[in-house]
């Protein structure tokens, strides 16, 4: 079965820095999709970022970036510029290719703190 | 407003009664998942649905769990004989529906289960 793990339960950035979450995932799959979503605590989960793994190009969305080491099972997000409205639960969730089983794997999440 | 909805936002209810959970997806999309957050943890998948069967509902926890979506379109969440370990806040997403997993799932803000 497919895992997700994100070792930082909590990360502290100054605002304008850069940080960097860290998240690992186990599968056998070749192909696979990643996904780095926000969730303040207004509950609602926001997709931030993608990655097809077929892709070796890392994946970027104006400061949010990703580094996706697919022989490590390796998918950390990289925030430049950090923000106030950054502050949030940040989780890393993986979703099988195709087939029947069209859910998200989510981590147990990173807790990230913006100081101003 | 065009994402997805979910009501109510909050529920409390006693040891052992029945509830339900509504899901409004965005429209036009045929997938439909359920997902449940525990506190301090990440989503976990109860159920998955594509038009109007339940296409993997390996996620429910027991058969005191069960969900509809009639129509393909809102979908119900049913709890019976609720017991205090189901508290939990309970996430709907909604996506296009096709395949690949490359799609996008858009979460509605969740309803927060209390169970005394």
Redesign the interface.
Same mark, same amino acid.
């Given at each position: 079965a497919q895992t997700?793990t994100q070792s930082q339960p909590e990360m502290s950035v100054q605002e304008a820095e850069t940080v960097t979450l860290s998240c690992t995932y186990d599968t056998s799959e070749s192909d696979?999709?990643l996904f780095w979503?926000k969730q303040p605590p207004?509950? $609602?989960?926001? !997709?931030v970022i993608?990655q097809?793994a077929y892709k070796q190009q890392n994946a970027t969305e104006n400061r949010f970036s990703v580094n996706f080491q697919k022989a490590a099972k390796s998918f950390s997000l990289k925030i430049s510029d950090s923000q106030l409205g950054d502050a949030a639960m940040y989780?890393c969730?993986y979703?099988?290719?195709?087939?029947? $089983?069209?859910? !998200?794997?989510?981590?147990?999440?990173t807790k990230l703190s913006v100081k101003p | 407003g065009a994402g997805v909805s979910q009501t109510p936002s909050n529920k409390v209810t006693e040891k052992g009664k029945y509830v339900e959970l509504r899901c409004d997806p965005i429209s036009g999309h045929t997938a439909l998942y359920w997902y449940r957050q525990s506190l301090g943890q990440g989503p976990e998948f109860l159920i998955y649905f594509q038009g109007t069967g339940a296409a993997d509902d390996s996620g429910l926890p027991n058969d005191r769990f069960f969900a509809v979506r009639p129509e393909g379109s809102v979908s119900t969440l049913k709890i019976q004989r609720t017991e205090r370990g189901d508290s939990a806040v309970y996430l709907c997403a909604s996506s296009l529906g096709g395949s690949g997993g490359q799609e996008t799932q858009y979460f509605g803000p969740g309803t927060r289960l209390l169970v005394l």
């Open positions: 997700v696979y999709y979503y207004s509950r $609602q989960m926001i !997709l993608r097809e989780f969730a979703r099988q290719l195709g087939g029947s $089983q069209g859910n !998200l794997i989510f981590g147990k999440g | -």
